[in-house]
């Protein structure tokens, strides 16, 4: 009896992590290029009552095991990279990425990261404007360095291409460009990123090494869109069918630990 309540118990504690991370992803609804994620389930081990083998007095092979499992555990959450909506600004230092690359900024002196969020910002350098993210951090360019823009260029006449190639609008009308293209990069797998807040996922082993769309070395190359910021992928409609059906399955769980309770009280009662 007491195998039944240690079973809807850990049903218990992997829907409440299931209703965590929906709640995390209903949580950034508004958050810029956030990824949705879903979480994915394991059963434990499974107690053999009776093997599948042949009975020694008839000779008779049974069909089937008599097995019990012993409950379930959260192995994974999967994160969806599906494109979000692009939304029009018009800011010229909004930046959305059509495609699977990645924005590479200079986290710290030796580490990189790798973020979809361009909602990126001018930090005064000591040539010019260098382009940072919102928080400051570094945008880097195809040659690994940080990306500052001349004192003497009209931030507000500044144009992006799409392959990330930064240029600027002269008095004359004419298109001139700074020498810049911004870093855009692809993993080979990118479930193997791992997120560590602030928008930005860092490289694991299982992700791979980042591959340069410069390079000409990825099967696709995505496009830069300057005025536009890519919404979160999440869908309202199917994170709270979600959200209800792992508030049910938690209810179910309790309900076999209540059953599992009384079962034990009516034994207990028999001694009476």
């Known amino acids: 009896m007491m195998r039944s309540l240690w079973t809807a118990a850990s049903?218990?504690?992997?829907?409440?992590?299931?209703?965590?991370?929906?709640?995390?992803?209903?949580?950034?609804?508004?958050?810029t290029a956030f990824k949705r994620e879903r979480m994915e389930f394991k059963t434990l081990l499974y107690q053999t009552m009776r093997r599948s083998t042949e009975d020694p007095v008839t000779g008779v092979i049974g069909p089937n095991n008599l097995q019990v499992g012993l409950g379930v555990r959260p192995i994974a959450t999967s994160r969806v990279f599906e494109m979000g909506n692009l939304e029009r600004t018009d800011n010229t230092m909004d930046f959305a990425i059509n495609g699977q690359g990645f924005f590479v900024i200079?986290?710290?002196?030796?580490?990189?990261?790798?973020?979809?969020?361009?909602?990126?910002r001018l930090s005064v350098a000591d040539e010019g404007m260098m382009l940072v993210t919102s928080d400051g951090f570094p945008i880097l360019g195809v040659d690994d360095m940080e990306i500052?823009?001349?004192a003497d260029v009209n931030i507000s006449s500044m144009v992006v291409d799409d392959f990330g190639n930064i240029m600027f609008t002269t008095p004359e009308g004419e298109l001139e460009d700074l020498g810049f293209q911004i870093q855009i990069v692809q993993f080979p797998n990118v479930q193997g990123l791992e997120s560590v807040g602030n928008n930005l996922f860092m490289q694991t082993i299982a992700s791979g090494e980042p591959v340069l769309e410069a390079d000409?070395?990825?099967p696709t190359v995505s496009n830069v869109l300057q005025g536009f910021l890519e919404m979160s992928n999440v869908?309202?409609?199917?994170?709270?069918?979600?959200?209800?059906?792992?508030?049910?399955?938690?209810e179910v769980n309790s309900?076999?630990?209540?059953?599992?309770?009384?079962m034990l009280q009516q034994a207990n009662n028999l001694r009476q």
Do not use: C, H, K, W
Not at 11 to 31: S, Y
Not at 106 to 120: E, H, I, K, P, S
Not at 235 to 250: D, F, H, T
Not at 256 to 261: G, H, K
């Open 255 to 262: 309900r076999a630990i209540q059953a599992s309770n009384e």
């Open 148 to 150: 500052i823009i001349p």
């Open 216 to 218: 000409g070395l990825t």
């Open 235 to 250: 869908l309202l409609a199917e994170e709270m069918v979600r959200l209800i059906i792992a508030q049910r399955a938690y």
């Open 11 to 31: 049903g218990m504690t992997a829907q409440q992590t299931n209703v965590d991370l929906i709640a995390n992803n209903l949580a950034n609804v508004n958050t």
């Open 106 to 120: 200079q986290r710290n002196l030796d580490q990189v990261a790798y973020t979809r969020d361009g909602n990126f």
